[in-house]
Structure formats: C-alpha cells, structure tokens
C-alpha cells in the first residue's frame, strides 16, 4: 500500500519487531540469503575480510576491488543492506523536495543495485537503471532484483544516460552515510 510525503511517493513502513521496516528491505534480506546458499561460509569470510581491509585503505583503486563473484557475493552480503538503508534514508529526507512523479532514475556507480533499490522504495520510479564498470556486479543484482531494472556496463568518462535522478557514488567514501543526487 503506497503512501505520499510531499508529492513523492513512499512505500508503507509497517511497523517490525525491531522497529520499522521497509518490506523491500526485507525482500533484500531474503534474496540475498538465496544468492548465499551453497556458497562456502569460509570463501565468503575471506573475501569479506579482505574488501574490508582494501576499503578501510581509502585512495583510488586501480583495478576493480570486486574482482570475483565470490567477492561480489560477500559485498553484497556484508554492504548492500547499509548501502540500501543509507540511499533509502537519503532519498527519503530528499523525497519532500520534489513536485510530481520521479520516473526515472540512474544509479551510477551502482554495483549490486543498492540505490537502485531505495530509489523503488522511495520513488517508484518507472525506469531504473544500474550502472557500473564490474559486470559480475551487475549480474548479481540483476538475480536479486525483485523488480525490472536496466543493468549494464559503464566506465568512467562515458556517457550517462538522461533520467529525472542520478545517485551517483563514485568514489563513494563508504564509512561515512552519504550519497550524491543530482536531477
């Protein structure tokens, strides 16, 4: 049941057990404990262990950090439910701002497709399309989409496609709750 702040439209926060909470965060919850099954707990601590510590370094990669599907799968798992909770927060302090209908977003930078899950939270947008340069990235957040998004490559300096909003997080500081969003 979709409610309004301002003119933006929100989904309904049905109150939980530990508070509220949003029902796509706990669609979140339950696919990506489908995408975990079978996977080895051991593989996915490593690599949990490892992308912490790189993060944690800060400075500019020079290659992609999520360099197998065993690390897009431990990103996902151990960052893509604070990524989403941050987007969510953001969009939803920012939601008021806007008059009408958002019906189209870009995440750019995207990955597994966090921003572009609080955007459908929040937004609803009918076009939503996730952007980013790691491809084993974007075909793990294709499978845990539960809605229809664009999922493609992109790298830095190419085009961005027109949409009423871009989340961009290039560059991304990740210890500290922020996210970019330009019309």
């Known amino acids: 049941d979709g409610g309004r702040r301002g003119s933006a439209r929100v989904l309904a926060w049905p109150l939980g057990t530990l508070g509220r909470?949003?029902?796509l965060a706990a669609t979140l919850r339950a696919a990506l404990e489908d995408e975990l099954a079978g996977r080895s707990r051991t593989e996915l601590a490593a690599a949990t262990?490892?992308?912490s510590q790189r993060y944690r370094r800060g400075g500019a990669a020079s290659a992609?950090?999520?360099a197998s599907d065993t690390d897009v799968a431990?990103?996902?798992?151990?960052?893509?439910?604070a990524t989403y909770a941050a987007c969510e927060r953001a969009l939803s302090l920012a939601a008021p701002c806007y008059e009408g209908e958002i019906d189209s977003v870009v995440d750019l930078g995207g990955g597994t497709g966090a921003g572009a899950w609080a955007a459908m939270s929040v937004f609803e947008p009918g076009s939503v399309q996730v952007l980013d340069q790691v491809d084993a990235a974007l075909r793990?957040?294709?499978r845990l989409a539960p809605f229809e998004a664009s999922f493609a490559r992109w790298a830095v300096g190419a085009p961005v496609p027109a949409a009423e909003k871009?989340?961009?997080?290039?560059?991304?500081?990740?210890?500290r709750d922020s996210?970019?969003?330009?019309?």
């Open 21 to 23: 909470v949003k029902p």
């Open 49 to 51: 262990a490892r992308l």
């Open 64 to 66: 992609p950090i999520l």
């Open 74 to 81: 431990a990103y996902a798992a151990y960052r893509m439910p």
């Open 140 to 142: 793990c957040g294709k």
């Open 166 to 175: 871009l989340l961009a997080r290039i560059g991304w500081d990740r210890n």
């Open 179 to 183: 996210v970019d969003l330009w019309e």
